[in-house]
T-cell receptor, first 117, second 114 residues
Framework: GAVVSQHPSRVICKSGTSVKIECRSLDFQATTMFWYRQFPKQSLMLMATSNEGSKATYEQGVEKDKFLINHASLTLSTLTVTSAHPEDSSFYIC?????????????FGSGTRLTVV | AQSVTQLDSHVSVSEGTPVLLRCNYSSSYSPSLFWYVQHPNKGLQLLLKYTSAATLVKGINGFEAEFKKSETSFHLTKPSAHMSDAAEYFCVVSGSDSWGKLQFGAGTQVVVTP
């Protein structure tokens, strides 16, 4: 079945530094990838949608200059948290879908626990 | 526009007894509905999905859900709970007007007691 690999699974960084999270589709071409943020004991909040080769579409309230998303190939999307602050600490999850698969389910990565100290 | 409401934030069941997780949705167009499970500090795993085929959907690990348009519901059930079913469950809706965006419910925490 479809597999999405997300790395790193856990990262601790100092305040003011940047962190890059990778999301790779291992056995299919992911034309669309989604990035979510999840606070403890809460549901997933969609941050942005990215289509391969296009600029990401950010949800209202999500700072595009802080959360840089790149989807340069059909198998890789990255989320870079720039100038991270403790309030950016959260669980970040990506999901991917291939063309024609919209509304038929998505494959999720295993998530990245970001802690900013 | 679409939305999903999970009616129970927390469900506690005894091992071997049935599990019922309730979900109601609203959608402007024919929706696709999903149930996902999340174990602590893990990603999401798809349990089952409804995409306008059979209204009774069977998923993995003995779970099933029934799409009831008249009640706008998509409740998840399992006849006999296992300890390994303890996790967070999300009901999710996607509509043809949403360009693939998933709308997540708030989640239901399932606790299974011996």
């Amino acid at each position: 079945g479809a597999v999405v690999s997300q790395h790193p699974s856990r990262v601790i960084c100092k305040s003011g530094t940047s962190v890059k999270i990778e999301c790779r589709s291992l056995d299919f071409q992911a034309t669309t990838m989604f990035w979510y943020r999840q606070f403890p004991k809460q549901s997933l909040m969609l941050m942005a949608t990215s289509n391969e080769g296009s600029k990401a579409t950010y949800e209202q309230g999500v700072e595009k200059d802080k959360f840089l998303i790149n989807h340069a190939s059909l198998t890789l999307s990255t989320l870079t948290v720039t100038s991270a602050h403790p309030e950016d600490s959260s669980f970040y999850i990506c999901s991917a879908s291939s063309a024609g698969q919209i509304n038929y389910g998505y494959t999720f990565g295993s998530g990245t626990r970001l802690t900013v100290v | 526009a679409q939305s999903v409401t999970q009616l129970d934030s927390h469900v506690s069941v005894s091992e071997g007894t049935p599990v019922l997780l309730r979900c109601n949705y609203s959608s402007s167009y024919s929706p696709s509905l999903f149930w996902y499970v999340q174990h602590p500090n893990k990603g999401l795993q798809l349990l089952l999905k409804y995409t306008s085929a059979a209204t009774l959907v069977k998923g993995i690990n003995g779970f099933e859900a029934e799409f009831k348009k008249s009640e706008t519901s998509f409740h998840l059930t399992k006849p006999s709970a296992h300890m390994s079913d303890a996790a967070e469950y999300f009901c999710v809706v996607s509509g043809s007007d949403s360009w693939g965006k998933l709308q997540f419910g708030a989640g239901t925490q399932v606790v299974v007691t011996p």
